[in-house]
């Protein structure tokens, strides 16, 4: 097709839009030279985009939606098998059929263990192609569930559009990829742009396949340093890069600027101490003392106070289904647990810069503790109010970190008798507000940290935010 038909199909889509489905079987008709309707769909589609517009089943092209999008998430027990079957075929095209076994299996596990050793040891790791396939093994599927939690939260609070433009740094083999590709609903149109500078790009292309037609990926194969913008961006994903970036605020930082003027940037972070608590520092450093604003999860309820505490604080959800390509892998070996990576444990961190927080309440000074002034309420019982920033710590007496966000030292909230009145300590999810009654503050010196210990005389209550 030449470039005036091109402009053609495009004049005729603009012109239905506001009329009916632009349907490639009318439209060919209304260009000069009566193109074939399939050459029509393949230009609507590259112009999809750029005219806002969505493909529906049935073939014809209607304006993406620009209400939020809306989810019934519950959750990722496996990662769908289309996926799997990918990363399969790019094993087998490799290695072939027997890739699990003998030196293939043998190298692809080498691998796995030095990303892991790297990854602890707080080195860089250098991903070519065989290191790029050991990684997506080993972190496709937990990275793919991962970054579909926090999407859900965003996506509850109403802040993904039907319409998004994604960059993805350090996207990698595409774990995140695949998982906003899978969460957004079908009539949502996404472009997504990847920045990966080694090799992992290719496995990342090879699985962006498999994404649906309306999401629209372009991998840029550069730094995150050296990626050159283009327009802004609805939503930012750094996932499980700022601790590879020899400089993560900086960096964070020229991302936010990229970031449309209601846009979410959305960091994400193993749930290992040393990448956690490097999370929560890169947030202080541009949140508390920086041009942005923490949105979720950590608080600062109280005007004034920011959390100097240590920060350490992830979420976790069900165990995935083992994928059968870590099925064969450690089927092959004798220590084949080591090859099998089916948790759900995370921190995150959604920055944005237009002042939102999910959770917008000041305590009244009048009735409540502040944590920041804990050590005059030791022994004790104040009220206050805090999110609950973990799941149980403890195989004893169930343990949650809690914040208002003035800290600067860990608070704990420990359960030593569970009643009808403090249930909501237990049953309240990662990030929620709870407001205590008659908590009695005791200071742990072993851990260096604030317990505020919940009994039966102990109410505590869910704030809705
Ligand atoms: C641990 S992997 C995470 C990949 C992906 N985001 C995920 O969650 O599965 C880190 C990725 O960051 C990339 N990376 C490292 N340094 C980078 C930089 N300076 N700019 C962009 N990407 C970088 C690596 O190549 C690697 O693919």
Request: contains cysteine; glycine residues 6%.
């Given at each position: 097709?030449?470039d005036?038909?091109?402009?053609a199909?495009?004049?005729?889509?603009?012109?239905?839009?506001?009329?009916r489905?632009?349907?490639?079987?009318?439209?060919?008709?209304?260009?000069?030279?009566?193109?074939?309707?399939?050459?029509?769909?393949?230009?609507?589609?590259?112009?999809?985009?750029?005219?806002?517009?969505?493909?529906?089943?049935?073939?014809?092209?209607?304006?993406?939606?620009?209400?939020?999008?809306?989810?019934?998430?519950?959750?990722?027990?496996?990662?769908?098998?289309?996926?799997?079957?990918?990363?399969?075929?790019?094993?087998?095209?490799?290695y072939?059929?027997?890739?699990?076994?003998?030196?293939?299996g043998?190298?692809?596990?080498?691998?796995?263990r030095?990303?892991?050793?790297?990854?602890?040891a707080?080195?860089?790791?250098h991903?070519d192609?065989?290191?790029?396939?050991?990684?997506?093994i080993?972190?496709?599927?937990?990275?793919y569930?991962?970054?579909?939690?926090?999407?859900?939260?965003?996506?509850?609070?109403?802040?993904?559009d039907?319409?998004?433009?994604?960059?993805?740094?350090?996207?990698?083999?595409g774990?995140?990829?695949?998982?906003?590709?899978?969460f957004l609903?079908?009539?949502?149109?996404?472009?997504?742009?990847?920045?990966?500078?080694?090799?992992a790009?290719?496995?990342?292309?090879?699985?962006?396949?498999?994404?649906?037609?309306?999401?629209?990926?372009?991998?840029?194969?550069?730094?995150?340093?050296?990626?050159?913008?283009d327009?802004?961006?609805?939503?930012?994903?750094?996932?499980?890069?700022?601790?590879?970036?020899?400089?993560?605020?900086?960096?964070?930082?020229?991302?936010?600027?990229?970031?449309?003027?209601d846009?979410?940037?959305?960091?994400?972070?193993?749930?290992?101490?040393e990448?956690?608590?490097?999370l929560?520092?890169?947030?202080?450093?541009?949140?508390?003392d920086?041009p942005?604003?923490?949105?979720?999860?950590?608080?600062?309820?109280?005007?004034?106070?920011?959390?100097?505490d240590?920060?350490?604080?992830f979420?976790?959800?069900?165990?995935?289904?083992?994928?059968?390509?870590?099925?064969?892998?450690?089927?092959?070996?004798?220590?084949g647990?080591?090859?099998?990576?089916?948790?759900?444990?995370?921190?995150?961190s959604?920055?944005?810069?237009?002042?939102?927080?999910?959770?917008?309440?000041?305590?009244?000074?009048?009735?409540?503790?502040?944590?920041?002034?804990?050590?005059?309420?030791?022994?004790?019982?104040?009220?206050?109010?805090?999110?609950?920033?973990?799941?149980?710590l403890s195989?004893?007496n169930?343990?949650?970190?809690?914040?208002?966000?003035?800290?600067?030292?860990?608070?704990?909230?420990?359960?030593?008798?569970?009643?009808?009145?403090?249930?909501a300590?237990?049953?309240?999810?990662?990030?929620?507000l709870?407001?205590?009654?008659?908590?009695?503050?005791?200071?742990?010196?072993?851990?260096?940290?604030?317990?505020?210990?919940?009994?039966?005389?102990?109410?505590v209550?869910?704030?809705?935010?």
């Open positions: 097709m030449n005036d038909q091109r402009a199909v495009r004049a005729n889509a603009n012109y239905l839009r506001e009329v489905p632009i349907d490639p079987e009318e439209i060919h008709e209304y260009v000069s030279g009566r193109p074939h309707p399939a050459v029509v769909r393949e230009v609507l589609r590259e112009s999809a985009p750029e005219l806002a517009l969505v493909e529906r089943d049935d073939g014809t092209f209607v304006p993406a939606s620009g209400e939020p999008i809306t989810t019934d998430f519950a959750g990722v027990a496996v990662l769908p098998e289309p996926h799997a079957r990918a990363l399969e075929d790019l094993l087998v095209d490799e072939g059929a027997g890739w699990p076994t003998g030196e293939s043998e190298r692809l596990r080498e691998r796995i030095e990303v892991k050793e790297s990854y602890f707080g080195e860089s790791v991903y192609r065989e290191t790029a396939l050991a990684y997506a080993y972190h496709l599927p937990d990275y569930a991962t970054i579909q939690y926090v999407l859900a939260d965003l996506a509850r609070d109403g802040l993904l039907h319409h998004l433009r994604v960059l993805d740094v350090g996207a990698g083999v774990g995140p990829a695949l998982g906003l590709a899978d609903p079908d009539e949502a149109l996404c472009e997504y742009h990847a920045v990966e500078p080694s090799d790009a290719d496995v990342l292309e090879a699985l962006l396949d498999t994404t649906g037609k309306n999401f629209h990926p372009t991998v840029h194969r550069t730094s995150a340093e050296a990626f050159g913008f327009g802004e961006y609805d939503l930012v994903m750094l996932a499980n890069v700022l601790s590879e970036l020899d400089d993560p605020v900086g960096v964070t930082e020229r991302y936010l600027d990229v970031l449309a003027p846009g979410s940037l959305v960091a994400v972070a193993p749930a290992d101490r990448t956690s608590i490097g929560r520092k890169i947030e202080r450093a541009l949140c508390d920086g942005a604003t923490a949105y979720a999860p950590t608080v600062r309820l109280w005007p004034g106070h920011v959390p100097t240590r920060g350490w604080s979420d976790v959800q069900g165990d995935l289904d083992v994928p059968p390509f870590q099925r064969r892998l450690a089927a092959a070996a004798d220590e647990s080591a090859f099998v990576n089916v948790d759900v444990q995370y921190s995150y959604v920055l944005r810069t237009d002042g939102k927080r999910r959770i917008e309440f000041t305590p009244d000074p009048n009735r409540v503790a502040k944590m920041a002034e804990s050590e005059r309420h030791v022994s004790s019982r104040v009220d206050c109010i805090a999110a609950k920033l973990s799941h149980s195989d004893g169930p343990l949650f970190k809690i914040s208002d966000g003035s800290e600067a030292v860990d608070h704990y909230a420990v359960l030593t008798r569970e009643t009808a009145l403090n249930r300590l237990s049953d309240a999810d990662y990030g929620a709870l407001e205590f009654e008659n908590v009695l503050v005791l200071w742990n010196d072993d851990e260096g940290s604030y317990n505020l210990v919940v009994d039966d005389e102990t109410v209550d869910r704030i809705p935010v």
